[in-house]
């Protein structure tokens, strides 16, 4: 089995160089399932069910998201009637969306999980009491199982990965939209990497145009931010995973879009 992983799209910039680099990446790694992480997609903030539509249009088999899930508000119902999109698990139960999908195809099942930190993000319940729940939710539906663990401290993602080695397929992180060189496989068999990055302007500070967020740190004002349109590069993990679930292989992919 192999699972590419692209992290958080950020923005139309985003969304047009994963169109751009994907039907490539498809062709050189022959992935059996594309998940990829679309909190940003919208306006480089959120999600929106047209934004979500234009990224399954791509045959992205699902879509995790992470804090800024929940930033637009008509995007409530789509994230309740579709099933291949997953919010935080760790959210309140009672709010749009699910947490848990599981993707089919030739024999194999995929369950993916997206899971929030609790460090500078908030969360309604400790991931890792949630991430127990679901995989005990899971249990016999599943051949492989992928993690998206959104969070912003690295300490709190890599005590993830050693909490599920040997449980999981592959435990990745997103979020802070800077890919951590850390990629390998646990001794388990459990494919981890701290934070994928981002897929979108590495021209910027971490998706925001660079001269607005200097602006803020430099006059600590309100200053409205938009997404930089510079140096747009692709970054996702490829996952290898045996027919046991146990994977095998990960490796990272970082690459400029020339969208020119
Ligand atoms: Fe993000
Ligand atoms: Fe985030």
Known sequence: MRLLFVGDVVGGLGRRTLAALLPGLRERHRPDFVVVNGENAAGGVGITERTARELLGLGVDALTLGNHAFRHTEVYPFLDREERIVRPANYPRASPGRGITVLERDGMALGVINLSGTLFVAAARSPFAEVDAALSDLRGRTTH????????ATSEKVAMGWHLDGRVTACVGTHTHVPTADARVLPGGTA???DVGMTGPRGGVIGVKRELALERF??????RFD????????????????????ATAIEQILAPADLA
């Open 145 to 152: 199982v992928l993690v998206d663990m959104h969070a912003e």
């Open 192 to 194: 981890y990497c701290t």
């Open 218 to 223: 430099l006059t600590m004002t309100n200053v």
């Open 227 to 246: 997404t930089s349109t510079e140096d747009p590069w692709i970054n996702a993990v490829l996952v290898e995973a045996g027919p046991d679930g146990r």
